[in-house]
Every structure is written in structure tokens, then in C-alpha cells.
């Protein structure tokens, strides 16, 4: 592969860690099977494209698509929470309705930004070209993304929204609101969604309709490829394993696509995915296995 293929592939693997971290925090910590992400990550972009289309400063449109998935997330929290719909149902009603609220926000199938500014564009430097520096500009946005997750969950409020996800009795008797923790990490899994879709349509030139098909799968491939590189119950490690695992994933991705002699090709990216996801999920199971054979 060539160097901007694999510039390409970090690239695409930092915007993607961003959605990994959002979907360890619902499955991973809220034990909340959230499939709103396919939603609220097209949602990000289609909110920050329109808004900088419309000439509004690209920072703001940012930090505005952010909101817009966290309160995607809140819906489906709330759909759970006080209308007691099944978890699972509610964030397929939300990502459903999301379908139809993204081609309102937009107005058409795709709001496209090749003259419009960007925050990459607007930072850029003129020493560094393009493809080097969002790559840059990306590992600052996912450190401090992964810091600032780090630091919340050590606090009153993040502590007691991880004892809501593990045993949210436990957590009701120590005096935790578990409602409202559960509506409050909805919020903060789907706000990284959201602003890794809007980061997604600045560097990719534009918003589609179609941005977020298999969101979902590839934050699951992050989290799972991760936890087999880098196994460990603790916060601190399990978020670098999420963020490795999502990189990891985009190379492996862009390998096998850039592999002549595999002959695959771009609409085989389904396909590639379901195998990698797979054998990430058997290698753990095989590898406990080991030992028990050979003591036989």
C-alpha cells in the first residue's frame, strides 16, 4: 500500500475510534444493545455539513452535530427509560426515525462541502499538506476524547453510571438514579457519534443519506478487535484498546482491499468486515481452549 493509503486508513481509523468509544460506552458499560449509532453518526454529518453550507463557522456546526447525537441518544434513553419500551426496539424506532429526520435536516440526499470551509481547512497549515495533517488534527481530538472519557468515569457521576450498567440494583440501593444515569451515557455514547459523523463529511467532502449503513458493525468490530489485541478490566486500558481496535480494523480493511492478489474490491467491504468481526470473536474462545487441551 501506498503511503496515502495508509494515511488514509489512520485517518478513517481515528473518526471511527470516536464511534468505538461511543458504542463501548452503551454496550460495554450500560449493557444497553444501542443501534441508534447507524442513525445519530449520518446525523452528525448531515447537522454539520448543512450548517457550514449555510455559512455558519465550521466549529460551531461541530460542536452543534455533537448535540444533535446526543440528543438522538437521549430519545432513545427516554423511549426506554419512562416509556419502558424494550432497549433494542427503541434504538431501532429512533434509528428509523432518524432515516427521515436526516433527509429533513438536509432537504436532499446529500449536502456536499468540496469549496465549503472545514475545521481542517481552517487550521490547516501551509507547511503540512492535507492528508498529513487530519490524521494529526485527529489523534489531538481522540486523546483528548479518550482523556476526558478516562477522567468522567473516576468521578461520583461517571462511577455511578458504570454501577448502573453492571448491577443497577446495587446501584438503585446506594442511592443512584439509574434512570438518569442511563439517559445521561445514552447521551454521551451517541454526542461522540455525532461528532465523529461530522468529522467524517469534512474530510470526506460532503454528507450522504447513506454515511451511516453498518455504523454499527464497524463500532462492534472496533470494540471486539480491541478487547482480543488488549484484554484488561481496567478503564484506562480498555479505551486504548477500543481506539487500537478501531485502527486496527481500518488497516486490515484497507489491506485486504488493496491486496490485488485477494481480489477483492470496494463493494466487498461487507464482506470483509463480517470475516474480520468473526475471527475476532473466535480467537478469544480459541485461545482458552489451548491450555485445556493440552492438560488432556
Known amino acids: 500500500m501506498s503511503l496515502y493509503t495508509l494515511l488514509g486508513a489512520f485517518e478513517i481509523g481515528l473518526i471511527f475510534s470516536l464511534v468505538a468509544l461511543g458504542v463501548f ?3 460495554r458499560l450500560l449493557r444497553f444493545p444501542d443501534l441508534t449509532v447507524d442513525g445519530s453518526f449520518p446525523l452528525g454529518g448531515a447537522v454539520a455539513a448543512t450548517l457550514i453550507a449555510s455559512g455558519h463557522d465550521p466549529f460551531v456546526a461541530t ?25 433494542l426496539l427503541a434504538s431501532i424506532l429512533v434509528m428509523i426515525a432518524l432515516y427521515s429526520i436526516n433527509l429533513r435536516v ?33 489523534v489531538g481530538v481522540v486523546v483528548v476524547a479518550k482523556l476526558g472519557l478516562d477522567w468522567f468515569f473516576t468521578t461520583e457521576l461517571g462511577l455511578a453510571m458504570r454501577a448502573t450498567g453492571s448491577n443497577p440494583r446495587m446501584a438503585r440501593a446506594q442511592g443512584a438514579n439509574t434512570g438518569r444515569m442511563l439517559l445521561g451515557g445514552m447521551a454521551l455514547s451517541n454526542a461522540l ?20 449503513v453498518g455504523t454499527i458493525v464497524i463500532g462492534l468490530a472496533a470494540v471486539i478487535v480491541g478487547e482480543s489485541i488488549l484484554p484488561s478490566r481496567k478503564l484506562v486500558l480498555a479505551t486504548l484498546a477500543v481506539i487500537a481496535g478501531a485502527i ?24 470483509v468486515t ?6 475476532a470473536l473466535v480467537l478469544p474462545m480459541a485461545k482458552r481452549r489451548l491450555p485445556g487441551r493440552k492438560g488432556n
Open 274 to 279: 463480517a470475516a474480520l468481526v468473526t475471527v
Open 63 to 87: 460542536a452543534a452535530a455533537a448535540l444533535a447525537g446526543a440528543l438522538a441518544g437521549l430519545l432513545t434513553g427516554w423511549l426506554n427509560v419512562r416509556l419502558k419500551i424494550m432497549d
Open 193 to 212: 457519534v455525532g461528532l465523529a459523523g461530522a468529522l467524517f463529511a469534512q474530510t470526506q467532502g460532503g454528507a450522504d443519506i447513506s454515511m451511516g
Open 25 to 27: 460506552i452503551s454496550f
Open 106 to 138: 438536509m432537504g436532499r440526499p446529500n449536502v456536499p462541502l468540496i469549496t465549503e470551509p472545514t475545521v481542517f481547512a481552517l487550521l490547516q497549515p501551509e507547511s503540512l499538506a492535507d492528508y498529513v495533517f487530519r490524521p494529526l488534527l485527529l
Open 248 to 271: 486496527v480494523y481500518r488497516f486490515f480493511i484497507a489491506l485486504a482491499l488493496n491486496s490485488d492478489f485477494i481480489g477483492l474490491q470496494a463493494q466487498d467491504l461487507n464482506l
